[in-house]
């Protein structure tokens, strides 16, 4: 029956046989047969035994990208890396702790009796023509005006005041005159928890010299 059944085969498919490779390779060709007999059924189960042989022992799919992920895999990150991932809370509350400092940082918001209370006099202070002067840079100006009675602690209805303006922009001269002349307090808070190290964060560029004035007059606000 299996000779029947081969014979059939070889007639749809004339002078065809499958041979196997060496057992070094990992597939099987077909190719044309010098006899032109098809094989018999003990041939069939041979070469049927082979490959399974041979595909056993050559390496899965998911065993070969196993490995090539294994290979690929990226170096451990080095400590600075994971420093610029750390959260500069948790980083400042790490560094202090290896100096046997420990500290309690609390919400802005959370903190009474600390910040310059956003008074009437505070609000009413801040107009347009005063925050020009800010965005320009205009310390002569801003002296003048102080000069002349006009008080420079002054915050808009939401807290933000020209200290925070001047830091934000990393305007150290304007911070300069603000904190030495007019003797502005830099405990200012706006009304979303923010105060001028903040600010002075908040740039694509941090500028070191505006942080450094600020925590020289208030080093609190670090925590």
Not at 187 to 204: E, F, M, N, Y
Request: charged share 25%; with cysteine.
């Amino acid at each position: 029956e299996d000779e029947a059944d081969s014979a059939a085969t070889a007639s749809k498919v004339p002078n065809l046989t499958i041979r196997t490779m060496p057992r070094t390779a990992s597939v099987l060709t077909v190719s044309s047969s010098q006899s032109g007999k098809p094989p018999t059924a003990d041939q069939r189960m041979k070469l049927l035994a082979n490959a399974k042989l041979l595909s056993e022992s050559a390496p899965s799919l998911g065993a070969l990208v196993k490995k090539h992920k294994a290979s690929n895999k990226p170096p451990p990150k080095s400590q600075e890396s994971q420093d610029i991932l750390t959260k500069p809370d948790d980083f400042l509350r790490d560094h202090l702790a290896k100096k046997g400092i420990l500290v309690k940082i609390v919400p802005a918001m959370e903190i009474q009796d600390y910040f310059v209370a956003l008074s009437d006099e505070v609000v009413d202070g801040y107009d347009m023509d005063l925050v020009k002067k800010v965005r320009e840079e205009d310390v002569d100006g801003l002296r003048k005006m102080w000069k002349s009675g006009r008080s420079m602690q002054v915050s808009n209805k939401f807290g933000d005041s020209i200290v925070h303006m001047a830091c934000r922009r990393s305007s150290v001269p304007v911070l300069r005159f603000l904190l030495v002349e007019a003797k502005v307090c830099c405990k200012v808070c706006c009304d979303s928890g923010r105060t001028p190290l903040h600010d002075a964060c908040w740039t694509s560029v941090p500028n070191f010299e505006v942080a450094s004035m600020l925590l020289e007059r208030c080093p609190d606000l670090l925590y």
